[in-house]
């Protein structure tokens, strides 16, 4: 069965913390075949991206996922590929699900948090909606930028997949996520790809104890609490995901 997504694999891993290289070897290792790459600080500040303004605004407060949801959509809209997320575990190789020229994601969880999706994981290079979304964030300014799971992430994807509804596979749950961080676990027999250790979000993955790091660290924090002070006060925008559940 031919994949028809360039077999390039990747990870996203900026900031100062050092790489879960462990976890991250083992989608190498299951992919012998693909070329392998990791989009680190140096390729962020070197590479031209259109959304750079958000980018720098969202690294200044340490909002890391929101800087990779930038990045990925970039760097897949150029050169297409597969990038999983850097906090998990690989158990299978994955070329089996990309037997289409389109874009794929994943939901997060079919059974809680509105039937939400992942930012895109895979695609061919210039898929149309991947490129869509990156017009839909060249629209905006620093000021509009919320959360990022709410501006850029999963709240995002799935109103744009409402909006454009693209031609685009949405993987079930537990091909990527058995176990949510919320504590649903998958229990069936169907086939697990990878397991996400939500390294954000546990911490789970060592962190830098750099005393300049730990510093600015600390100014994000203050940043951080300023913006979402702010963004607390606005109106948050309600829409149907109904789709997600058919």
Known sequence: MDVL?????????IGPNPK??????????????????????NFLN??????????????????????????RYEI????????????????????????????YTVYENEFIRGNLVAPIYACEPKNE??????????QITPLDLDYPWISTGNFFVAKMIQKYNPDITIFPSHYFNPIHY?????????????????????????????????????????????FLNNISKRKKENFSIDFLNN
């Open 5 to 13: 997504i360039p077999k390039q694999l990747g990870h996203i891993w």
């Open 20 to 41: 879960p290289i462990q976890w991250m070897n083992t989608w190498e290792n299951k992919h012998t075949d693909w070329k392998y790459t990791v989009y680190d600080n």
């Open 46 to 71: 070197n590479y031209h991206f259109k959304t750079r303004n958000l980018i720098e605004f969202y690294y200044k407060l340490g909002l890391y996922a929101g800087v990779a949801d930038l990045m």
């Open 76 to 103: 897949l809209y150029e050169f297409g590929g597969f990038i999983p997320e850097a906090d998990s575990i690989c158990y299978h190789n994955t070329d089996e699900l990309f037997t289409k020229k389109q874009a």
């Open 129 to 138: 909606f991947v490129g869509q979304l990156i017009n839909e964030l060249l």
């Open 182 to 226: 919320e504590g649903i676990v998958y229990n069936g027999d169907d086939k697990i790809y990878s397991k996400q250790l939500f390294g954000s979000t546990s911490a789970k993955y060592k962190k830098s104890i750099n005393p300049i790091n730990i510093f600015k660290a600390k100014q994000q924090k203050k940043m951080r609490k300023i």
